[in-house]
């Protein structure tokens, strides 16, 4: 029978929320599952692209691409299982093209008659470790406002136009976030936007109107991981403020704590590489990220994987929880 004071023994476990979707945040989630927090990723459902296009057209269902790939990095399962998840046929009549994890994902949808309870179960088939929510259970299409004023519809198809990006927003505009996400985010003790592309994965989610109304009302520290490299079509020529600011101007209003960049020097032969789809590292003008009132934490954290440039999942998140253990020893000694 447990004694009266053993709860107080067992301190709470750290509560993260992480919000984005795209590659950049199954990176960083594959480092955060080591770190004893529990993890609740908000992801978007603005995807049109792809199996995920194709399913969400044919379905009438939430594009499950990004929803599957944070699945996957939370997955406690053997590396196969991963493999199958991520497994793309490439023939078979209606199949070639389609992910098998997006299509488990269908099925689980057909068979619960609801998507979040769908990605509730295969969480659970997968020993997630944490919670997977999509921002909202509504169909959303982005669209941007390009400087020319020409409109492009959908998230797909907005980093092929060759032109710059004004802004983006959301159809409809009133879209309503997850409750269990809102909820989330109240009890949150960091919440952290990114990695992931800008326009396409990370103010998708911003632009649900209560989720980021709960961002700003939460006592939170709030922490921008700003992206490695910048992303043609959407972030060409790109500082760590830009991105910063680019946010700012979406949600009419300053919202972060601290920015975590990158400051390690890139090979040569990477940085041609790169420079050959049109991308470049994204300069830390420090001045104008402390100029916006922003910690700045710039350390060496990526890896070269695959012939890709990735954030260095393991010292990211371990970065990012030391960053909030210290923060709340401050908060903590202040008030004694």
Do not use: W
């Amino acid at each position: 029978m447990p004694t009266k004071g053993m709860g107080r023994l067992q301190a709470r476990q750290l509560r993260l929320v992480v919000i984005g979707g795209g590659t950049g945040l199954s990176v960083l989630l594959r480092g955060l599952k080591h770190e004893p927090v529990h993890i609740t990723a908000i992801v978007t459902v603005a995807d049109d692209g792809g199996s995920s296009g194709r399913l969400r057209e044919e379905m009438d269902m939430l594009p499950p691409g990004d929803i599957r790939n944070v699945l996957t990095a939370l997955a406690d399962t053997e590396p196969l299982m991963e493999k199958v998840m991520q497994y793309r046929f490439s023939t078979g009549t209606g199949l070639a093209g389609h992910n098998l994890g997006n299509l488990l994902l269908a099925a689980m949808n057909e068979i619960t008659g609801d998507f979040v309870t769908a990605v509730k179960t295969l969480s659970g088939v997968l020993a997630v470790r944490g919670d997977v929510l999509p921002a909202s259970t509504q169909s959303i299409r982005l669209v941007a406002e390009m400087t020319d004023g020409s409109l492009v519809m959908g998230e797909s198809q907005i980093p092929l136009t060759g032109k710059e990006i004004k802004r983006v927003f959301l159809d409809p505009e009133d879209a309503v976030p997850l409750s269990d996400a809102l909820a989330a985010i109240a009890e949150a003790d960091a919440i952290l936007i990114g990695p992931g592309s800008l326009y396409t994965s990370i103010l998708p989610n911003l632009l649900v109107r209560g989720l980021f109304e709960a961002i700003k009302s939460s006592a939170a520290p709030k922490f921008y991981i700003c992206n490695v490299m910048t992303q043609p079509g959407e972030t060409d020529g790109f500082t760590a403020s830009r991105h910063v600011n680019v946010m700012y101007e979406h949600v009419n209003e300053p919202f972060l704590d601290t920015i975590i960049v990158n400051s390690a020097e890139l090979p040569g032969h990477v940085l041609e590489k790169y420079a050959e789809k049109g991308a470049a590292p994204v300069p830390c003008d420090l001045k104008k990220l402390r100029q916006l009132g922003l910690h700045v934490v710039a350390k060496p954290l990526v890896t070269f994987e695959d012939g890709y440039l990735r954030h260095d999942a393991l010292a990211v998140s371990k970065q990012v929880v030391a960053l909030i253990k210290r923060r709340r020893k401050v908060l903590k000694i202040e008030k004694e």
